[in-house]
């Protein structure tokens, strides 16, 4: 069965420190892979996905940065974080290729910027 | 217009009640349906998936899809205190690999 890895729960970090999350999954090869934000009442706010070790797109313009080392491996990174940075970070993935699959989710990052 | 719209809630009712979530959506070529539960500080995890229209039901679950009227809903029976969470409903949007989520509904079953 496949699984999904999310480190660290809980992070604090203050303004202008850098940023490394990271997320893997396991028992399934070439997965689609995705970064969310979620903020307080305010839903799941894509911030990358990559349906291929080579690609990875950018939902939205910021100081976040992603990367696909390997297949099952999905790194999410700033240089300098803002306070704004602060929230829920959830990685997820879904099986590859065409086709309609569910999507999975880890258990996220709790970040505190200070 | 938003793509998915959810009734954030809180939604508050009786051990042993029906529960019923909605959603609406705004495109018709959607296909794919899925609702989620979230506890408090964890990542969502699946609760059912249906393609196109009609019903589908896992035990004390059942999903409904209404095309016509691009309205999902998620009725949860005999509700217990341990289904209380917040309820996110989900749509892929095939041609992208993006999965577009609402905002979620928060339940709370009183015991």
């Known amino acids: 069965s496949q699984t999904i890895h999310q480190w660290p729960a809980t992070l604090v970090q203050p303004v202008g420190s850098p940023l490394s999350l990271e997320c893997t999954v396991e028992g399934t090869s070439n997965p689609n892979l995705y970064w969310y934000r979620q903020a307080a009442g305010r839903g799941l706010q894509l911030l990358f996905y990559s349906i291929g070790i080579d690609q990875i797109s950018s939902e939205v313009p910021q100081n976040l940065s992603a990367s696909r080392p390997q297949d099952r491996q999905f790194i999410l990174s700033s240089k300098k974080l803002l306070l704004s940075d602060s929230g829920f970070y959830l990685c997820?993935?879904?099986?590859?290729?065409?086709?309609?699959?569910?999507?999975?989710f880890g258990d996220g990052t709790r970040l505190s910027i200070l | 217009q938003k793509e998915v719209e959810q009734d954030p809630g809180p939604l508050s009712v009786p051990e042993g009640a029906i529960v019923s979530l909605n959603c609406t959506y705004s495109n018709s070529a959607f296909q794919y349906f899925m609702w989620y539960r979230q506890y408090s500080r964890k990542g969502p995890e699946l609760l059912m998936y249906?393609?196109?229209?009609g019903n589908k039901e896992d035990g004390r679950f059942t999903a409904q899809v209404d095309k016509s009227s691009k309205y999902i809903s998620l009725f949860i029976r005999d509700s217990q205190p341990s289904d209380s969470a917040t309820y996110l409903c989900a749509i892929l949007d095939a041609g992208t690999y993006k999965y577009i989520f609402g905002t979620g509904t928060r339940l709370k079953v009183l015991a």
């Open positions: 997820a993935w879904s099986t590859p290729g065409t086709g309609y699959q569910p999507q999975h």
């Open positions: 249906t393609y196109s229209s």
